[in-house]
């Protein structure tokens, strides 16, 4: 709100200059020697002594403990007649969004921060943090809106410019003049010097209660001199990056903000649209999905639906389903800050070469989530370097850290790091960090089979042990490690299909065969193996093809389709029979398996004596099947 305070007159402003220039006379010194001993600069301290420039408390203590007055200017300066002016409490804040959903939890995580500040009189600095494009400004505009009533005497915001087009984030001290005019300072009693600049600025705020809202900063270093000294002043921090040293040093509360959930999604979807969203319902919700949860390409979505009416949401949908045009999709004309792929570039372009080499590469990863060994053999560094960089990326939000040793990309940022590669790296070097991340799981998947199918080396492919793979000591670490990638396994193999590394393709689920059979993963699984199997047909590969055609046939019956099973079970029979006995055993074992799932019994017309002769060793009968 507004309010009055008291101002010097005019010949109290003189009488006041007068006095001033009497005592550094009578001292001696320059107007320069005097703005070395206060936060004050020589132009000003000038104006002041000429009656130009209104004099304050402050420059008058400061100038008595420089001139050593004992305390004379200070009380004229008390003593001096006044008149009141108005003044404006600063009201800095942006106008917040119209369509805003979710984030209850944060919200509520932020607001008990204030309750707690309330009682200890000491406000927090609270950092919001997470990837371009995720909301963290809306939030954080949203929340300051609501707390607003909170801080009586203002809130100056500022946005700090850490990822925009410009690259050229603020200066602290460009930041300090400009709150400083926003408190009232004239632009000539404002100090040259960073350190007395933010004496000045904290000096202001002291005793009062103001909010600090500090938007998209990159560095702690840049937030750090902005931070008020009053323990009355809240300070609200956004940035892409993890801003550790303001939680370690200045004791912020940092809180990272994620992509809004789906039901979450919809509904910003929804309200936004409006009753095209809650005619098709599906469609919005495939939309919703297609966006990853992040609020920018939600809105952009939406605003293309509304753009153009005649554009069915499904139809929308199919569009982004893209991956090498969603991001096209996912813009809106020519406002950078309205595209997506614009944000993530603010971020892409400040990384050091280093850093922006393992985001590209890292797209080739079969799957969106990754160790840091896989990505450590897709970029052919060593362990501990490849951790500090995946680290470093983290901090910045371009991947996420998802547990112990794991990182995932979002869905949108990993298609960006794939138009980075593209544009970026040449064909080959892609076409060899891709073979090198499968080669790695093909070797480490032979790691992990040897301890599973211990003592059996029906699996063995002799596949050469490559670095940063997994050592397995118990079978129960071998499994668990195929069960968490048992995703990026299946799209190993398929991918090595898709771009003809033939070896890998074939040798994965083959060398996984008892994993297979023992945690039946399936889902992921069966179109890996229909690859493997033409490119067995294809090369001849009648051993090879057998162990895929069983594996599927235990797919096939653990997925309740036996009659599916079946046939792969007697394909795999026919090739077995009399040229590998350990694995007709377990084709056999599969027929009964499936034979049993039918529940009719079967007669095999054959065993470990010879076949008589005339019987087709193919063949499988149940015992009601009529003979020919």
């Not at 969106?368 to 470093?392: I, N």
């Not at 790691?447 to 079978?475: C, D, K, L, N, Q």
Request: aromatic share 6%; charged share 25%.
């Amino acid at each position: 709100m507004n309010g009055r305070q008291q101002k010097t007159t005019p010949h109290g402003a003189a009488a006041f200059g007068a006095e001033l220039q009497r005592w550094r006379d009578l001292r001696g010194l320059s107007l320069a020697e005097l703005q070395k001993l206060t936060t004050f600069s020589r132009s000003h301290l000038g104006n002041v002594e000429h009656g130009q420039r209104q004099p304050t408390e402050q420059l008058a203590n400061a100038c008595d403990q420089a001139l050593e007055t004992g305390g004379e200017l200070l009380r004229m300066f008390a003593a001096l007649p006044r008149e009141q002016v108005h003044r404006v409490r600063p009201a800095q804040l942006p106008a917040r969004g119209r369509h805003f959903v979710g984030r209850d939890d944060l919200v509520a995580r932020m607001s008990a921060e204030i309750d707690q500040g309330l009682r200890r009189e000491l406000m927090p600095v609270v950092c919001l943090d997470g990837p371009a494009g995720v909301g963290k400004t809306a939030l954080a505009i949203q929340w300051a809106h609501v707390v607003a009533d909170r801080f009586s005497d203002g809130i100056l915001f500022t946005n700090l410019r850490g990822h925009d087009a410009s690259n050229r984030p603020a200066l602290p001290s460009e930041v300090l003049r400009d709150f400083l005019v926003a408190l009232g300072v004239g632009p000539l009693a404002i100090p040259p010097g960073m350190d007395q600049r933010i004496g000045q600025y904290r000096s202001l705020l002291a005793g009062k209660r103001m909010m600090v809202v500090l938007d998209n900063a990159v560095t702690p270093e840049q937030v750090r001199p902005l931070l008020p000294g009053s323990d009355g002043c809240l300070t609200l921090v956004t940035s892409r990056n993890r801003l550790v040293g303001l939680s370690t040093r200045d004791d912020a509360t940092r809180m990272s903000v994620g992509p809004l959930n789906a039901e979450e999604s919809a509904s910003l979807l929804t309200d936004v649209i409006g009753r095209r969203a809650h005619d098709d319902p599906e469609a919005t919700r495939d939309l919703a999905k297609l966006c990853a949860g992040f609020p920018l390409a939600l809105r952009i979505a939406a605003e293309r639906a509304n753009d153009r009416d005649h554009l069915a949401l499904a139809r929308l949908a199919t569009m982004l389903t893209s991956q090498t045009k969603r991001l096209e999709v996912l813009s809106v004309g020519s406002d950078d800050s309205a595209a997506l792929r614009a944000a993530f570039s603010w971020s892409y372009t400040a990384l050091s070469s280093e850093l922006a080499t393992l985001f590209r590469l890292l797209s080739v990863h079969p799957g969106p989530e990754f160790s840091a060994a896989a990505a450590a053999a897709v970029v052919d560094l060593d362990l501990t370097e490849t951790q500090g960089r995946l680290d470093a990326l983290a901090q910045t939000h371009l991947i996420e850290e998802t547990g112990e040793d794991r990182y995932r990309f979002h869905d949108l940022l990993r298609l960006y790091a794939a138009e980075c590669a593209e544009t970026d790296v040449p064909q080959p070097a892609r076409r060899a960090a891709a073979e090198q991340v499968l080669q790695w799981y093909l070797s480490a998947g032979q790691a992990a089979g040897r301890i599973i199918s211990a003592g059996r080396g029906y699996a063995e492919r002799g596949v050469p042990t490559m670095p940063t793979i997994p050592e397995f000591g118990r079978y129960d670490e071998a499994a668990d490690w195929c069960e968490t990638e048992r995703v990026n396994l299946a799209n190993a193999s398929q991918e090595a299909a898709e771009i003809g590394l033939d070896d890998i393709a074939v040798g994965l689920p083959i060398v996984l065969c008892d994993y297979l059979y023992r945690r039946k993963p399936w889902g992921p699984w069966t179109r890996p193996h229909e690859l493997a199997l033409e490119i067995c047909c294809a090369n001849g590969d009648t051993a090879g093809f057998a162990f895929l055609v069983n594996n599927l046939g235990n797919a096939f019956l653990d997925l309740g389709r036996p009659w599916k099973a079946l046939a792969c079970y007697r394909k795999a029979l026919a090739i077995r029979q009399g040229i590998d006995d350990f694995g007709l055993a377990w084709t056999l074992i599969g027929l009964g398996r499936a034979y049993h799932a039918l529940g009719e019994p079967i007669t095999l017309e054959y065993g470990a004596a010879p076949v008589p002769a005339g019987v087709d060793r193919r063949r499988v009968r149940r015992r009601h099947e009529p003979r020919h």
